[in-house]
């Protein structure tokens, strides 16, 4: 169990669920369809892609960048990866909620390419909590779903071993941040 909620909120898979809730919210018909798959590409496909390649060399199946060194320049690619993503939808007149989505990823990669010099936080955590305060601002009435699944999240990297406690706490905090942040940004521009 812990390895199927580990597996499927990971990252990229969250990443894909949250880029269709905003491009759903901020546009509609196929000019959606569009934005969303500027975003899934730029902004999770490169990822996953970067992950598997690294996984195929190391002769395993396993996408979770384990140390801590391998994973500031993974992020920092990924970062690059979501900032031509922006520039893409800039090009094509996003709305500004999408823009400041795309740029709010890519500020939550850089800030943890730049911690994870430091320590190790949970991306997973992460990437889930801003899932969930994406939500909150979007479809209130899926938060719940979304808390329980955040702690079902903390509760498999903690039985899996692939972090502790304060580090998932660590990469919620991360990803409240940067929320609260684009939100606010978002408001000041619309």
């Known amino acids: ?27 509609v018909g196929s000019k959606a369809l569009g934005y ?6 730029f902004g999770s496909v490169f990822g996953v892609g970067l992950a ?3 996984a195929r060399r190391k002769g395993t199946c396993d996408l979770h960048i384990h ?7 993974f992020f920092a690619l990924c970062m690059g990866a979501a900032l031509v993503g922006e520039a893409l939808l800039v090009v094509i007149s996003a709305p500004v909620g999408l823009l400041v989505f795309m740029g709010a ?23 889930m909590a801003a899932f969930t305060g994406a939500l909150l601002v979007l479809e209130p009435l899926a938060v ?21 406690l304060a580090q998932c706490l660590f990469g919620i905090a991360i990803g409240a941040t940067v929320v609260a942040a684009s939100y606010l940004v978002w408001r000041a521009l619309t």
């Open 1 to 27: 169990m812990a390895f199927v909620l580990s597996a499927g909120m990971s990252p990229a898979f969250v990443a894909v669920a949250a880029t269709a809730l905003i491009a759903w919210e901020f546009a």
């Open 36 to 41: 969303f798959a500027v975003m899934v590409l």
């Open 52 to 54: 598997y390649r690294r």
């Open 67 to 73: 140390e801590r060194r391998d994973r500031p320049g």
């Open 105 to 127: 990823y890519a500020a939550c990669l850089g800030v943890i390419a730049l911690i994870t010099l430091v320590t190790k936080p949970s991306v997973h955590c992460a990437t």
């Open 144 to 164: 719940p779903f979304a808390a329980a699944g955040l702690a079902g999240l903390v509760w498999a990297r903690l039985v899996r071993r692939r972090h502790t």
